[in-house]
T-cell receptor
Framework: EDKVVQSPLSLVVHEGDTVTLNCSYEVTNFRSLLWYKQEKKAPTFLFMLTSSGIEKKSGRLSSILDKKELFSILNITATQTGDSAIYLCAGGANNAGNMLTFGGGTRLMVKP | EPEVTQTPSHQVTQMGQEVILRCVPISNHLYFYWYRQILGQKVEFLVSFYNNEISEKSEIFDDQFSVERPDGSNFTLKIRSTKLEDSAMYFC????????????FGAGSRLTVL
């Protein structure tokens, strides 16, 4: 059975801190690793990673994938209160259904 | 920015009743999905749909569930006879092609079964 595990479950930091969120995966016919940010409503897409060792960056967020260790991290530097959310990691399968297996999420709270 | 829209945002129903959750995917997307999230639990895959047929479904998606694309814009999830354990947030998603797993999610429909 496919499995995605995220750690930590929750994290409380102060504005300006740097955080690292972890994601390990076991996905049959793995194709990609995705990060989503979930605030009150829809999960919004952050990154998709398909190759090991290539860092993807978007502003203060960056992510990298290790396909040998089946692991990904999401870094957020200089955190702001607007970064407070649940961060979801999902493993994407290379199958007809294009299925995503989600982890349980990391709840990040950034205090002023 | 294009978005996936879902209605209703919240529905309360009695056990045994039928519910239909509606979704309007992004207009040029061809692949459609339903996921659900029971309160405090993970987002779980239910079903994917392409070219007017189901391409994949999970064990959760039993005979009580069905999906339909009744016209060129809507994508619906029907639960025939709701159970208490069907209470969850149901997310619709769409993607432009299956070659990448990037799904765009709607805001969700919260279903409460009493």
């Amino acid at each position: 059975e496919d499995k995605v595990v995220q750690s930590p479950l929750s994290l409380v930091v102060h504005e300006g801190d740097t955080v690292t969120l972890n994601c390990s995966y076991e996905v049959t016919n793995f194709r990609s690793l995705l990060w989503y940010k979930q605030e009150k409503k829809a999960p919004t897409f952050l990154f998709m990673l398909t190759s090991s060792g290539i860092e993807k960056k978007s502003g203060r967020l960056s992510s990298i994938l290790d396909k040998k260790e089946l692991f990904s991290i999401l870094n957020i530097t200089a955190t702001q209160t607007g970064d407070s959310a649940i961060y979801l990691c999902a493993g994407g399968a290379n199958n007809a259904g294009n299925m995503l297996t989600f982890g349980g999420g990391t709840r990040l709270m950034v205090k002023p | 920015e294009p978005e996936v829209t879902q209605t209703p945002s919240h529905q309360v129903t009695q056990m045994g009743q039928e519910v239909i959750l509606r979704c309007v995917p992004i207009s040029n997307h061809l692949y459609f999905y339903w996921y659900r999230q029971i309160l405090g639990q993970k987002v779980e895959f239910l079903v994917s749909f392409y070219n007017n047929e189901i391409s994949e479904k999970s064990e959760i998606f039993d005979d009580q569930f069905s999906v339909e694309r009744p016209d060129g814009s809507n994508f619906t999830l029907k639960i025939r006879s709701t159970k208490l354990e069907d209470s969850a947030m149901y997310f619709c998603a769409s993607s432009s092609f299956s070659g990448a797993n990037v799904l765009t999610f709607g805001a969700g429909s919260r279903l409460t079964v009493l």
